[in-house]
């Protein structure tokens, strides 16, 4: 036998060893990939936070579900299957340290959205109906609020809208963060004495790190994520002998618990367009509000631009984009919130909050 018909001979065993080989590799591959799902944004999650016994713990949503975020991180590292990161307790530090910090959430909620982990991780899981939600954030230093910030809704309160709004700087007013800002779940209470309370659906805006003077095309960097809130309004009559004030914005709007927010903040990165979501809210299951943030007559961009000139703004800051039309001030007759309602609203890809009325 010449060399030519040795060799003939060898070839189909070395093709076996070559696709024995192959089938390892791919094998091994298989694994690697269960035991370190990919580190980039695959899988949309949302932020939450929730009072644990007294401490402030941070939770993960991934498709519907729920889980206690430092309880994730145990599980997932045990056995050395990953190595363990050291995760911020709290979102005001997560915000600190997103960029550090992202990859291994990716990690996380890649595994999780797999399925592969799901006997595990059952564990960490957490049941939103009762789980107390505290804001995502807690606190920021700002609150900001744009008003008559949709035509329709400046038309329903009797404002006289121009065609050339948007060319004007927006109206902001704020609240204070740590008397109004409450968790889903947590209720609205009527102040004693007051009988006009509404209620107002905004896209609240969580800002990722110190912002001052951002132009509007550098705006969606300095943005963390995205959230909801509820503008809670006091359209009541002021103790006023004269009409020195239009309307006092401070007793309107800033009163306790006014601002019920959350439960989850989704990442800038699983938010295309902040500037076209659905948003809608209902009063005991009636629907009374429905629009879309393209109606906004300042979108996000322009909002961050104008309050940026102004102040500087810090990580965890919130500015809420303003409510659309359907509020119970511009219905006829008008509708106000009683003891015993329930509001829920949503925001398309956000989150959506139920909160009681007492």
Same mark, same amino acid.
């Given at each position: 036998?010449?060399?030519?018909?040795?060799? $003939?001979? =060898?070839? /189909?065993?070395? &093709?076996?060893?070559?696709?024995?080989?192959? !089938?390892?590799?791919?094998?091994?591959?298989?694994?690697?990939?269960?035991?370190?799902?990919?580190?980039?944004?695959?899988? #949309?999650?949302?932020?939450?936070?929730?009072?644990?016994?007294? *401490?402030?713990? !941070?939770? !993960?949503?991934?498709?519907?579900?729920?889980?206690? %975020?430092?309880?994730?991180?145990?599980? %997932?590292? $045990?056995?050395? =299957?990953?190595?363990?990161?050291?995760?911020?307790?709290?979102?005001?530090?997560?915000?600190?340290?997103?960029?550090?910090? @992202?990859?291994?959430?990716?990690?996380?909620?890649?595994?999780?959205?797999?399925?592969?982990?799901?006997?595990?991780?059952?564990?960490?899981?957490?049941?939103?109906?009762?789980?107390?939600?505290?804001?995502?954030?807690?606190?920021?230093?700002?609150? !900001?609020? #744009?008003?008559?910030?949709?035509?329709?809704?400046?038309?329903?309160?009797?404002?006289?809208?121009?065609?050339?709004?948007?060319?004007?700087?927006?109206?902001?007013?704020?609240? &204070? /963060? @740590?008397?109004?800002?409450?968790?889903?779940?947590?209720?609205?209470?009527?102040?004693?004495? $007051?009988? =006009?309370?509404?209620?107002?659906?905004?896209?609240?805006?969580?800002?990722?790190?110190?912002?001052?003077?951002?132009?509007?095309?550098?705006?969606?960097?300095?943005?963390?994520?995205?959230?909801?809130?509820?503008?809670?309004?006091?359209?009541?009559?002021?103790? $006023?002998?004269?009409?020195?004030?239009?309307?006092?914005?401070?007793?309107? @709007?800033?009163?306790?618990?006014?601002?019920?927010?959350?439960?989850?903040?989704?990442?800038?990165?699983?938010?295309?367009?902040?500037?076209?979501?659905? %948003? @809608?809210?209902?009063?005991?299951?009636?629907?009374? *509000?429905?629009?879309?943030?393209?109606?906004?007559?300042?979108?996000?961009?322009?909002?961050?631009?104008?309050?940026?000139?102004?102040? +500087?703004?810090? /990580?965890?800051?919130?500015? #809420? +984009?303003? +409510?659309?039309?359907?509020?119970? #001030?511009?219905?006829?007759?008008?509708?106000?919130?009683? &003891?015993?309602?329930?509001?829920?609203?949503?925001?398309?890809?956000?989150? =959506?909050? *139920? +909160?009681?009325?007492?």
């Amino acid at each position: 036998m010449n060399r030519q018909d040795n060799n $003939r001979h =060898r070839l /189909p065993g070395v &093709s076996l060893f070559l696709a024995a080989l192959l !089938l390892s590799l791919a094998s091994c591959t298989e694994t690697a990939l269960h035991l370190a799902p990919s580190r980039s944004p695959e899988q #949309a999650f949302g932020l939450a936070q929730y009072d644990g016994d007294g *401490q402030i713990r !941070l939770a !993960l949503s991934v498709e519907n579900q729920l889980y206690d %975020l430092e309880r994730l991180n145990a599980l %997932l590292s $045990r056995g050395g =299957r990953w190595s363990r990161a050291d995760l911020p307790s709290t979102m005001l530090d997560l915000l600190s340290g997103y960029p550090e910090v @992202k990859p291994h959430l990716f990690r996380i909620a890649n595994s999780l959205a797999s399925g592969a982990e799901e006997d595990l991780l059952r564990e960490a899981r957490l049941d939103p109906e009762r789980t107390p939600f505290l804001p995502p954030v807690t606190y920021p230093w700002n609150l !900001l609020n #744009a008003a008559v910030n949709y035509r329709r809704h400046g038309e329903e309160m009797g404002r006289e809208m121009g065609e050339d709004d948007h060319l004007d700087d927006p109206f902001i007013f704020a609240k &204070s /963060p @740590k008397a109004t800002l409450i968790g889903a779940g947590q209720p609205v209470v009527i102040p004693p004495g $007051r009988a =006009r309370i509404d209620w107002e659906v905004e896209l609240a805006v969580v800002i990722g790190k110190k912002a001052s003077r951002v132009s509007r095309e550098d705006a969606p960097d300095y943005v963390f994520g995205y959230t909801l809130l509820l503008d809670i309004s006091d359209r009541g009559p002021r103790n $006023r002998s004269n009409a020195r004030f239009d309307t006092d914005w401070f007793a309107a @709007k800033s009163r306790d618990g006014f601002a019920p927010v959350g439960p989850v903040i989704v990442p800038a990165e699983f938010v295309p367009d902040p500037n076209n979501l659905a %948003l @809608k809210l209902w009063v005991n299951g009636d629907l009374k *509000q429905d629009s879309n943030t393209s109606y906004m007559i300042h979108d996000v961009w322009d909002l961050i631009a104008f309050t940026t000139s102004v102040q +500087t703004l810090e /990580p965890g800051d919130i500015i #809420a +984009t303003g +409510t659309p039309e359907g509020v119970g #001030a511009g219905r006829n007759p008008p509708e106000f919130l009683r &003891s015993g309602d329930t509001i829920v609203a949503e925001i398309e890809g956000i989150t =959506r909050i *139920q +909160t009681p009325v007492r």
